[in-house]
């Protein structure tokens, strides 16, 4: 070994745990991100993110009270501990996640992506070269541009595609069928307007722009079967949860039936929770979420699976910036990666974050050799910003 090789690993053995630490950031009236931070008595800090885990309402303060109550039961399982024994923490840490649903799950996997993030720092390397070493330092993106488009209507819909278009995105996806009534008397008029809203998409961006759509399980099979047959002169490039994806058997008549590419997962945990989709072919494309699956070392394992399966693996990502990092430095790492999420366009502000900023060219995200994440929380903006 040589010498750098041995210092780091004498100073990783006297690396510990000292205390964890919940950041909540406030990015619009819709979006909170809950940054996570894990100290250490050598002064490293790791980073995890724990956003969205509260539905499609606004994450409120009694949420991230909630958030940081969970965080405080995993970090008793570190405290005082060396963050590189991460398989530990994963074997104490996951009946917890499995058994306390979204909030519990995804308070794991952001002290998971931290301890990563701890541990790739300690060895002086990138977090990507523990899982693999990177085969490409730049990841294609997709802008997912749902929750910036105002008016929601295909004039509006129409305008915000143009625009990320417009900064070089190749790949969009929006879900104009958001707030898809209970009403059925409503329901053909909100059908409607989602496959106008597509089609406006469509005829604003051309033919060259990969678009897809999340439908946020709003459908029967019927009606998913009939949006779908409507929407084929769209030209989708994946049609997403049209029903519960862990309906595997509802999925797999859906994709029997319709011609575009399925694509679900967000909210599934482990590995078990994808394997339905993939073994059953319920799906082309698996959507696992550092956030919410099990954290990093578990999205790892979920795309080795999907890829002895012949799924391609393309992470839900409607993030902040450390999950964001999280999945890139994976997604550089595997061969059955097809494109990453990006929750494009909420606020100015995004990339100034993190320090050194995120950096997006041509629709593509770069993958950093710095250690660890590569970037550290800008104090000034979270603190600017706090909830």
Not at 21 to 45: K, S, Y
Not at 195 to 202: G, T, V
Not at 223 to 250: H, I, Q
Request: charged share 20%.
């Amino acid at each position: 070994m040589t010498r750098r090789v041995l210092l780091a690993l004498a100073a990783r053995s006297r690396l510990k745990v000292t205390r964890l630490e919940l950041l909540p950031i406030r990015a619009t009236e819709r979006t909170i991100w809950l940054m996570v931070r894990v100290h250490t008595n050598q002064g490293l800090t790791g980073l995890g993110e724990a956003s969205d885990a509260f539905g499609f309402a606004a994450t409120t303060k009694a949420n991230a009270q909630q958030m940081e109550a969970e965080l405080a039961a995993y970090g008793g399982m570190i405290a005082g501990r060396s963050p590189l024994e991460i398989e530990l923490f994963r074997q104490r840490g996951e009946g917890r996640a499995r058994a306390g649903g979204l909030v519990s799950a995804t308070a794991y996997s952001a002290v998971e992506q931290a301890l990563w993030d701890l541990a790739a720092q300690s060895l002086e390397c990138p977090l990507h070269a523990l899982l693999g070493t990177a085969v490409a330092h730049r990841l294609p993106i997709y802008a997912n541009i749902n929750r910036t488009t105002k008016p929601r209507t295909p004039a509006g819909f129409a305008a915000t595609a143009q625009r990320a278009a417009g900064e070089g995105f190749r790949a969009i996806k929006a879900a104009p069928f958001d707030g898809f009534p209970a009403d059925p008397a409503e329901q053909e008029r909100a059908v409607d307007l989602g496959i106008a809203c597509l089609k406006a998409i469509r005829g604003a961006v051309g033919p060259e722009i990969q678009l897809m759509v999340d439908c946020h399980s709003f459908f029967s099979v019927e009606r998913a079967v009939a949006v779908a047959r409507r929407l084929e002169p769209v030209e989708l490039s994946w049609y997403e949860e049209p029903v519960d994806p862990k309906s595997v058997g509802n999925t797999v008549e859906i994709r029997r039936r319709i011609q575009q590419r399925m694509a679900g997962g967000e909210v599934l945990f482990g590995v078990d929770g994808f394997v339905p989709l993939c073994r059953e072919r319920a799906v082309e494309v698996i959507m696992p979420d550092v956030k919410h699956c099990g954290g990093i070392r578990e999205l790892a394992n979920i795309a080795a699976m999907a890829r002895a399966e012949g799924v391609k693996v393309a992470p839900h990502n409607p993030s902040g910036p450390v999950a964001t990092a999280a999945s890139a430095h994976l997604c550089s790492t595997l061969a059955n990666f097809e494109i990453l999420e990006l929750q494009w366009g909420e606020v100015a502000w995004r990339g100034d974050l993190l320090t050194p900023a995120e950096q997006f060219v041509g629709g593509e995200l770069g993958v950093t050799d710095r250690p660890g994440l590569g970037h550290r929380l800008n104090e000034r903006m979270a603190q600017k910003h706090r909830l």
